[in-house]
């Protein structure tokens, strides 16, 4: 009987069909769990760029590059509390102490005294003032050691002292002498203030002639103001206006309470100096004068650590007003 048209498909090809679909399924099965398996414990955002982990410290407690070792200073710093390498480290500060009145030490004449006791003087370590005699032979190199060992700086200028050309009575090259008219005293000044280095300050040498005189002191005064600086009156005249005249023309001024060693034997200076204390105690400040002896620098190597529970030391420029 004769196959009819449109009939079935024969047995053989849907085997064939059949067979193929098979295997295509295994194909796609199998590549479906591979991707399934990579993925395999990864939650989602998990695609994203891992950060990097920190750095592991080196082993035997050395320090990564660019690190300072535990204890030392990173290379071309300086370790804390220490001075920069090349530089010298500064000296110690007075501690401000609440309360204690306050104590200006102001040593006179440096210039013709060695620079080693000079060295020696500003090694104390608490700040007080110097006051430079101008033209002589250590007159700068003396007013350079002060100042880099953190001393405040002042001129001390030559005036005529009562009893002028007797012995002991040459106040120096260039002192201001009574006689002199008004110009040359002006200039005598400003020449003495140029050559002293670092001066913030003046104080008198000597000048019991000229100290009590209102015109000189004013002439004087005022060039010491047009350069900004503080005056000291020495005292060493009972009858002197040079603070008065300071005040007058409005020159942060102060004046010298007690000296320190016109007598050079210890005992002396030791009760000068007790007595300038208690003057502290009782006005709350005291400014004492001393000079650049070799018998003034010993004693004060002693005078100054007893005393520094009692007072707290300043420089002359904190005393003025």
Not at 100 to 107: E, N, S, Y
Not at 306 to 313: I, K, L, P, S, Y
Request: one cysteine or more; a positive charge; glycine letters at 8%.
């Amino acid at each position: 009987m004769a196959a009819r048209k449109g009939g079935r498909t024969s047995t053989p090809r849907l085997l064939v069909l059949a067979a193929l679909m098979f295997a295509f399924g295994l194909g796609l099965g199998a590549l479906l769990t591979s991707q399934a398996c990579g993925r395999k414990g990864r939650l989602p955002g998990d695609e994203e760029t891992a950060k990097p982990r920190p750095r592991p410290t080196p082993p035997s407690g050395k320090p990564g590059p660019g690190k300072a070792e535990p204890g030392k200073a990173e290379p071309g710093k300086a370790e804390p509390g220490k001075a920069e390498p090349g530089k010298a480290e500064p000296g110690p500060a007075e501690p401000a102490r609440k309360g204690l009145p306050r104590f200006a030490l102001v040593i006179d004449d440096l210039g013709y005294a060695s620079p080693e006791l000079v060295k020696r003087l500003c090694a104390q370590p608490v700040p007080f003032s110097v006051a430079v005699l101008p033209y002589q032979e250590n007159t700068r190199e003396s007013a350079e050691i002060a100042h880099d060992r953190g001393k405040e700086v002042m001129l001390h200028l030559p005036m005529e002292p009562l009893g002028y050309p007797g012995p002991g009575k040459d106040p120096g090259p260039e002192a201001v002498m009574y006689d002199l008219k008004e110009a040359e005293i002006r200039a005598r000044v400003r020449k003495a203030l140029a050559d002293v280095p670092y001066r913030r300050g003046v104080n008198n040498h000597m000048g019991s002639r000229i100290t009590p005189d209102r015109t000189r002191m004013t002439w004087i005064l005022e060039e010491i103001r047009a350069r900004k600086c503080f005056f000291v009156d020495s005292r060493t005249e009972k009858d002197s206006v040079a603070f008065d005249v300071a005040e007058a023309l409005k020159i942060p001024a102060v004046q010298r309470k007690v000296f320190l060693d016109d007598d050079k034997a210890f005992a002396e200076m030791e009760r000068q100096w007790n007595r300038a204390l208690d003057l502290a105690a009782r006005d709350g400040q005291v400014l004492i004068i001393g000079h650049i002896y070799p018998e003034t620098v010993a004693a004060l190597e002693k005078l100054i650590p007893a005393a520094r529970n009692r007072v707290t030391f300043v420089k002359a420029g904190d005393l003025v007003r």
